[in-house]
């Protein structure tokens, strides 16, 4: 072999060998998002929860965040996963009648779980498998559904009794670096504590329980975490949907005190009334609630201020009745046999109780507990596409609005 030959090889060994030092020095950051649902600050504040802590005291947490209108489950989690505000993904309650589909939508669409044409929008996951990473979701509303032709590489069907334990020993192996699939992203998502203050309401014992089996849970993924040598590339996001607020029976508003229900359609009725007139009809009703406006707001659908973000969509129907905190709308039939809730949510988005909750811990985020200012729920798409180095499809969200949890704020 010639001198200039070995040289030149010696030089391409030199120059591979430094490109792989590089990559590896590199290596594809991770974000797992988990979401307990109905969970504030108020509970950790009251709690003894050293899991929750610990990981705030080693991360950055939120003031509070500001969840989407209407404050509901799904509309909620489809925002943080899409960037999107209601009126622009569609989700606009947890259950609601498409006129044009011809189809109802509860806590899902029912029978056709996969049916892309509810879901407005492109989530994080396909985000990810588009760009050439891999998702897995172990829980969250909409990720049974095919976007655009992709799902999650991993998925599970909704069950809520599946162990919280197994959830997170499936989550973490699929995305242990040395496993089968090797996620790069992930969901986890529990809703016990929203259950429980639904029953029983948000100041009882039975919610301070939740949260602690709660930072029980935590602890054992933080186990789990280390045991997979993941704490080196694991952002974990651990967030929230909406608040709650207490209700009262002496708090109700009755809806045929006010209108003749033979002149409507309610497509969901509290704490946001969604009311479509029958033909001819609209005006009336709008004026007698109008007319009689206490402890609540009514709007036409053309009117709702450009705050709410609902609007912009053929879903959302001519007469929106919105609430005060802790009311309920109502009918004398279903009130008399079915009673209250302790707590509810779904109220203004800006109101002090449907204030929700946000922090987070891995190498991206700041780690010294810092407390950051509050920022709106829209922007966490936008935040785990930088994390994870994607070009986020078009959203409403800021990167901006949310980069003071980073530990580089000034990183591009």
């Known amino acids: 072999m010639s001198t200039k030959r070995s040289i030149f090889l010696f030089l391409v060994s030199i120059v591979l060998m430094a490109a792989g030092c590089s990559s590896q020095g590199q290596e594809q950051p991770k974000v797992l ?58 989700i606009i309650t947890n259950s609601f009648y498409d006129y044009e589909l011809g189809a109802r939508f509860s806590y899902g669409p029912q029978g056709t779980p996969n049916d892309e044409r509810w879901w407005g929008g492109e989530p994080i996951w396909a985000t990810a498998e588009k760009q050439g990473l891999t998702a897995a979701t172990f829980f969250w509303p909409g990720s049974e559904a095919t976007i655009n032709g992709v799902q999650p590489t991993k998925w599970v069907q909704y069950d809520g009794g599946v162990p919280d334990s197994t959830r997170i020993d499936s989550l973490v192996a699929w995305m242990d670096p040395s496993g089968e699939v090797q996620a790069d992203f992930g969901t986890l998502y529990f809703s016990f504590v929203d259950s429980q203050g639904h029953a029983f309401g948000k100041n009882s014992d039975e919610v301070d329980e939740a949260v602690s089996d709660i930072d029980g849970i935590l602890g054992y993924l933080q186990e789990k975490v280390e045991e997979a040598g993941l704490e080196e590339s694991l952002n974990i996001i651990l967030l929230s949907d909406h608040g709650m607020s207490d209700l009262s029976e002496e708090r109700v508003i009755f809806l045929e005190d006010l209108i003749n229900l033979n002149d409507v359609e309610v497509m969901d009725w509290t704490p946001v009334g969604l009311i479509r007139p029958k033909e001819g009809k609209k005006e009336k009703v709008y004026q007698a609630l109008k007319e009689n406006e206490d402890n609540y707001t009514v709007y036409l659908k053309e009117n709702m201020p450009e705050r709410f973000h609902f609007k912009n969509h053929y879903r959302i129907p001519e007469i929106i009745m919105i609430t005060d905190p802790g009311y309920t709308i109502t009918n004398r039939s279903f009130f008399e046999t079915r009673g209250l809730l302790a707590a509810q949510h779904g109220f203004d988005n800006r109101a002090t109780d449907m204030r929700t909750f946000f922090a987070a811990n891995g190498p991206a985020f700041k780690d010294e507990g810092e407390v950051v200012a509050p920022f709106e729920s829209v922007h966490v798409y936008e935040l785990m596409n930088h994390i994870l180095k994607l070009n986020p499809a078009p959203n409403d969200g800021s990167l901006d609005s949310i980069r003071h949890v980073l530990a580089d704020p000034e990183l591009d």
């Not at 929860?49 to 509901?72: C, H, Q, R, W």
């Open 33 to 90: 998002l988990i979401s307990v649902d109905g969970f504030i600050n108020e509970y950790v504040d009251r709690n003894e929860t050293p899991n929750l802590d610990s990981f705030i005291n080693n991360g950055v947490v939120a003031e509070y965040m500001i969840p989407v209108f209407p404050t509901k489950t799904f509309p909620n989690h489809w925002t943080l996963v899409t960037g999107l505000y209601v009126e622009n993904h569609g």
